[in-house]
Each structure stands twice: as C-alpha cells, then as structure tokens.
C-alpha cells in the first residue's frame, strides 16, 4: 500500500498552529514568566508574513528562507538558555558566563565539548529535528492563495500593532535573537579588551596601598562585616519611625545591643546610582566610576596590604562592580547569575558563606556582603510565601491617599515595604553571625548601609531609582562593634556614603600616610562638608 505524502501534510491553519505551539514551546524552554510573552511578539511577524499571499514563487521561496531561518534562531536561543540555566543557573549576559567565554581558549572549548559530546549530540539532534519540522510546517503556511476573511484582516492589523509596540519597547528589543546575541558577542570582547586595564587599575591600587605604607595598629584578632545593600530608603524602615513594621528584627537588635548599636539617623548617598556610588564609598569619596587610579586608594587593597585577608560575597551580578571592586578581595563568591532588574536570586542564600568565612583562621577578617536588597523589581526581592501587610487600608495608605497618590503605586509601596521587611530579617541575622563569631579576645565590628535610595511615592509619583528627589539619596546606615560602646550622641551627625571608607578603617584599626580623621563620623575631629548633588538640599539633619 502507498501512501502519498501530500496526504500527511497538515491544513495551512493546523500547521499554523502547530508552528505557533513548537515556537513557544522552544521559546518557554529558555525564558520565564513574562519574558515567553515578550519572546513570543517579537517572532509574531515571522508567523504574520505567511498569511501574506505572494504569487510569484520566487518571493516564496525567498519568505520561507527568512522565516526557517527566524524560527531557527528563536529554537536555538532558548535551547542554550535552557541548557545555561540547567548546567550553571545562568543567563547568557551573566557576568559567570561572559566571564567565562572571554577567558576560554578554542583549545578549552574543544576539550569541553568533548568531555560533553554525549550530551551535546542528544540536544543538538533534538534541536535539529525541532528545526526540520518547523520548516516543514512553515513550508505549508507559505501556500500561495491563503484565503483570509475580513475578520481575519482586522485580526492580523490587530496583531501587527502589538508586533510594532513590542519592537520599539527597548527592554523587549533587546531579547530579540538577532540583537541579542551580535550585542552578547561585543560584550564579550569588550569585556576581554577591559580586563588588561582592570587588571592594571587593580594592581596600581594595590602598589598605592603598600606605597602608603598601610598597617594594622590592632594587637588581638580582628573581624568586621560590610553589609552593603541596594535602594533602601530609610523612610520605610520602621527602625527610623516608618508606621508599617517593615524592620522588627534590626529594632529587637537595638534594644538587646543598646549602647553597641548605632543608628545614624541622618545618612545619605551622594549617588542614585550602585556603580557610581560603590567607586565612592571604596575610595574614600575620591574618585568616581570613570576616573583612572591616579594617586588614589581603595579600602580593600588598603585592607589587603596591611595584612586583612578580604571575601566579597554578593548577590549581584555586575560585570562592573565585580571588575572594579570584587577582584581585589582573597576570596570572591558571585551567587547571582541573573543580570539585570529580573534576578530572582533571594539574599538570604548568602548567610552560609558569610557563616563560613567567619569561621576562617584568619586573624584579621574583612567580609564584604552585597546585597540586593530592595533593588526593582520588588516582588522579585521576598520569597513568594512571604506575604506580610496584608492588602487592607493602614496608616500608609491613607497617607498615599492624602497626598493622592495613585492605586497603583500604593500598591507598589506595599510590595516595596515587603522586600524590606525580609531584607530585615536577611540584615538582622548578619549582625547575629557577625556577633555569634566574633573573635573571644580581640575586636569586632559591622556596618550596614545602601548604595542609595528608592522613590516609591514620597515626593513624586514614580517608583524606582530617583536622581531628582531626596528619596533617591536617604539611606540607613548602622553601626555595631564588641567590647568598646557607642556615644548616642553619634547618632545625630549627617553622615555620607562616601566617606564610609574613613569609619570602615576606624573599626578596622587601619592606618597608613595622608589618612583623614575629619571625615570619620566616629572620629572627635569630625568636620562634616554636605555633598553636591543633583538636587537643592537646605539641610542634611533631617
């Protein structure tokens, strides 16, 4: 009995949706959430031009080419998303993996794929037949005549306007196969023409700190904890009188340590910014992201070479910060391989490797911890069973009301009051560990702070990053250390995150030529000098 083939092939609309359904479908494989919809409008226009009835076979030909190619590019996309996201939990763009093709050589690449070829012939084979049948079902839709009604019009004009809105949205641009992967390769150069010069800015830093003639004027064991966070706003901490309890656990913190606990109520970032703010508060407010070394220092080659052995841990994923600031440190543990505002990465997965490094040897301990924090997007920043502020009227909301804030960012406040009140309990348990290990005869220290702040409707109707509002620049910033208590009286000075470098040192009991005691918050001497930033400030004591 024969068969024809002819007979086997699907109608024009059930290879439609057959293609449709095998595009997603390689698309979901390497996307999440949103994303897939996102992904999904962008390949639309390979799918609308087959309804387009072309009479010459010559242009049909050429459309059939353009559309196994695209749907070709979208299977292999997010076939090596997936493949990423299973073997390392990572994205293409992610600091780990561009990392790592920038420092691989074709030879390490043969000897990888080698030692993964069994793996790597199964996908490849699954990925090739995936592309056959999407050609084959392409080849059906491209059938001259398609008929197509006046509702169907309407719909394809419909569909069409989705398509433009979603090509000029940049943030979904962006994830487009054929713009993503020309911009990820020129990342990787870029980043590999960077290193030299990191690595010579690094080193330059490093012969600064032992030019400076950088020492440890403490005897015993010392360890101290840098808490670095992202877009906290101190206004929302319920530490400095916000109404909800977003910070319960920092507050019991305070009553239990009381004279070893500072709370500096007047702090603020000179940057709306991580990278320029970090460039800051590691050189002692001298030099910002863009400037070269010069004569300048940074405190953790400081650290370094007066005899701290230094761990970064962190929950970001910057290419930038790594570069810059990581790099510098002993022992450096990137935990987040999702770049960018939809990293899902909690902070809390941090706590064990800050456990571990307080448990080192080492007779002097600096321990950096970088958080995200409450960064955007905020529903990202709470574990999702984590729900506390129930959605009923508060405090908070009638005042969003008084100053007729939005229904939508009220709710984002409420979100964002949320990522603080587990950012709470992420910070909070630092300071146990830090005091849990802290060294039985010798010294101890920790300092919490955010790279800067976050407007979630407290001047302006806008959430997120804010360079034009003092929202944009309020921060906590917190003090602890063993043994020796706090004058309260502190308290009460402004404070910059840029010179959190001179009271970093102080509890470090660093010293070394040209050190400036007048911009140590902590220090007798010191002369408080208000920052110029973007926006008009009469007073910094409020």
Sequence with gaps: MH???????PSPAVAAALLSVLLLAGIAAGHEGHRVAQLAVLALPALLCLRFPLKSRCWRICRLIVVSGTMGLFLVDGAVRAFLQAGYRALPDSS?????VANTTPREIAEYVSSQKNGLLVAGLALLLAWVAATWLAATCNRHGAAVGRAGRWAMVLLALVCLVGLASKPWRRHHPLLFWPAWVQSVQALQHSWSDQRE??????????????????AAPSTVVLVLTDSVNRDNMSLYGYPRDTTPELQALRQSERDHLLVLRHAWSVE?????????IFSFGARDQDDPVRDTHHLLALARAAGYRVWWLSNHDDIAIDQQHARLADFVAMNNREPGRS????????????DAALQDKASHKLIVVHLLGAHPHYHLRIPEAMRPFPDAPDAVDAEMLSEQ?????RSMRRTYDRAIRYHDSVVAQTLRLARLHAPQHGHAAWMFLSDHGQEVGHDIDHAGHSPGTMAGYRIPTLLWRHGKPFDHELARRPFRADWSGWVLADLMGLSWAGMDRSRNVLDPAYDWQAPQLAISMARYDH
């Design 3 to 9: 068969i024809r083939f002819s007979a086997l092939q």
């Design 96 to 100: 780990l993996v561009l990392a790592a």
């Design 201 to 218: 800015q690094r080193g330059a830093l490093l012969a600064n700190a032992h030019s400076a003639a950088a020492r440890i004027t403490l």
């Design 272 to 280: 709306p910014s991580t990278v320029a703010s970090l460039s800051g």
């Design 343 to 354: 990293s899902s990465s909690l902070d809390g997965e941090l706590l064990d490797d800050l």
């Design 405 to 409: 804030r939005p229904a939508w960012l």
